[in-house]
């Protein structure tokens, strides 16, 4: 009777293990869609976990996402609870075919998370970037960003130009030359949950494509 029992309860708890497997990533799918949808079209989401059981504890081995069409207000409005939780994702590879942030559109957008390290990708026209600001000169070197705002119609008492670089765990553009030393580097992304170990560039057939490596604190 006793071996019975014990069969049977090891079959009931095999069975709610395959279910649970089977219908919490279902679940939880379901919610990261939702959630996602207020920024943009979801085309794809896969999450895992063994046990599944863990993802009601907010932790998942990894996390698939596919979207387009996403809008962000800015950089400064990215929801820090959202950056909060992919530090209960393992991995994460997420791709965007189009991003809007503020008045820049990034195509191609990649995203990829293994632990606390981030590496995220993405490219723009290079003429709607020199758009933004009248005159303003756009270049690579180095694998660094360039703006040359000599010639842009600004207010200037001199000629400034900006190396956009990460420094101090943020994005920032840092003036070059005789300006270094009267104005100080300008903050562009600069998040408590993100530091932003190396950023660089390159420019081909009029695109600019921009990487990042960056770690969760």
């Given amino acids: 009777m006793r071996r019975r029992l014990a069969a049977a309860a090891a079959a009931t708890l095999a069975v709610a293990a395959l279910a649970s497997q ?61 950056i909060a939780r992919l530090d209960g994702v393992q991995e994460v590879d997420a791709r965007i075919d189009r991003l809007r942030a503020g008045p820049i559109d990034v195509d191609e957008v990649r995203l990829i998370k293994d632990g606390d390290s981030l590496e995220a990708s993405g490219d723009l026209d290079l003429n709607a970037l020199k758009g933004l600001i ?25 000629p400034v130009q900006l190396e956009i670089v990460a420094e101090d765990g943020a994005v920032v ?20 949950e993100l530091s932003v170990q190396d950023l660089r560039a390159e420019v081909e057939d009029g695109r600019l494509t921009v990487a990042a490596d960056a770690r969760l604190t």
């Fill in 22 to 82: 089977l219908v919490i990533p279902s679940v939880a799918e379901d919610r990261l869609r939702d959630r996602l949808a207020t920024v943009g079209a979801v085309s794809n989401v896969d999450v895992s976990a063994t046990p599944a059981v863990k993802m009601l504890f907010g932790s998942v081995d990894r996390a698939a996402v596919e979207m387009y069409d996403v809008s962000l207000d800015g950089a400064a409005d990215l929801d820090p609870e959202m």
């Fill in 134 to 158: 009248p005159g303003v000169k756009v270049s690579v070197k180095g694998g660094s960003i360039l703006l040359d705002l000599s010639e842009s119609g600004l207010p200037l008492p001199f």
């Fill in 173 to 192: 553009a840092r003036p070059l030359g005789a300006a270094a030393a009267m104005l100080p580097a300008q903050p562009l992304l600069e998040r408590p």
